[in-house]
């Protein structure tokens, strides 16, 4: 037993560390000089290796033991990362993922994934869409084609990821590139965007994912997944409304394993809700959801407020106004103004329609889609349909972005009035302003 009289290193540390050249680290050269002097002589004295024990003393190795030649592995490693400083086969690992990843932005034909839409399309004469009910169709059919395109990637992954990880399908983030392109709906394949194929890639290897709970999950909840993506008001609604889907289906899922969804909704895939391709737009999946046998009525604003009226249904001192919006906004604007105060009352704005006589049907909806707030706090945005026997149906969403209210009808009827409606109620004074984009009456 020897007292210590300077640094010792533990013997089972070194013995234990790995001899793989992991770490970087950038050297001047004057201390690269030094490490490479002490690494010619004081790193091979074996008394300065040992068993640490306590108050400073030390057992040290001696020679004939198996713990020298754990020392004198770790001088040649020392030598070899002082001396050689080869980076060769790390160039090597750079350069074989830049050329997947150029490899994959050709394939793919995008190199970054775009913006995600805000919902906005083109319907009438000379536009991509003649008129609204052709645009549902082919929203559904794309829909239908962005569930197929998810479940069959989730599949191709459970049947290949052990060979994926293990490096039989050759590199990676080209193999999965390659898989993710095939596994789509008849091989028309979403834009994907070399970011979002690294991005998968990393969470496979760093994540534990079960892909048979994830396919039962998206088999589970199939008809909801389409329909919230039909019923999406734009792109962000769309991939929050699938991932809320997911989250409420009776097969549990991990939040990895929605989170790897997430990372698949890249919004060159969730785009094509609004702007879809001529070969989404007319996809037939092998089984299909119908969202809606058609749009029964529709109120876009384009030209006119369209037979709407306002009315300020605000509480004491608050108010609130109303207007449709020309010159090419095509919406209604609600704006509220609180006063603030010890017992704050409420602002609310309401458009409305009467006289009304559609036919409703159970398991049609009511939906409206309303831009965001203009500032200030979050508010309520609400739907009510009466029908002509008095019966009333309400739904409502909370928040201050942008997105749609959906009122999922439960019994049939004539519907004979519709109010649609924004709400505040704050201790403090407030004014803001939101649109009323579109109200629209689907079938089943």
Known sequence: MS???????????????????????????????ILQNLSLEDI???SRYGEILTGGFYLPVVAGTSEEADVQDAVDLIRRDLNSMAVEALLECICAATNALVELGVLAGSKVETAPSDGEISVGPDEQFPDQESYYIAKCNASNAIYDTVLATVQWLEVNNIDLLGGLLGGMTTALGLGLLISGPVGWAVTLAAVTITGITTYLISQAVDFADLEAALVDVHEELVLSLFNASNTLVAKSSFMAAIAASSEPTTGVERDLVGLM????MLNLLFDPRQDVGDYQSPSPVNCGSGLLQVWSFVASGEGWAFRDDS???????GEWLSGGEEAWEITLVGVGGPNPTKAKGVIY????????VAGGSVQMDFGPLSSGPSSSKHIKVVYSDLSEYEASVPGQGAGTVVLSLTDPGTIETIEVWVQRAWSTSFTMTMEIQEVRVMGT
């Not at 007292?3 to 201390?31: C, M, Q, W, Y």
């Not at 006289?355 to 409703?360: R, T």
């Open 315 to 321: 509480d004491g001192t608050y108010s609130a106004s």
């Open 265 to 268: 909704l890249s919004s060159d």
């Open 44 to 46: 091979t004295f074996l």
């Open 3 to 33: 007292k210590v009289g300077g640094f010792v290193h533990d013997i089972s540390t070194v013995a234990s560390l790995s001899d793989e050249p992991n770490n970087i680290r950038l050297l001047s050269d004057r201390s690269l000089y």
């Open 353 to 360: 329609i009467n006289s009304l006589s559609i036919a409703a």
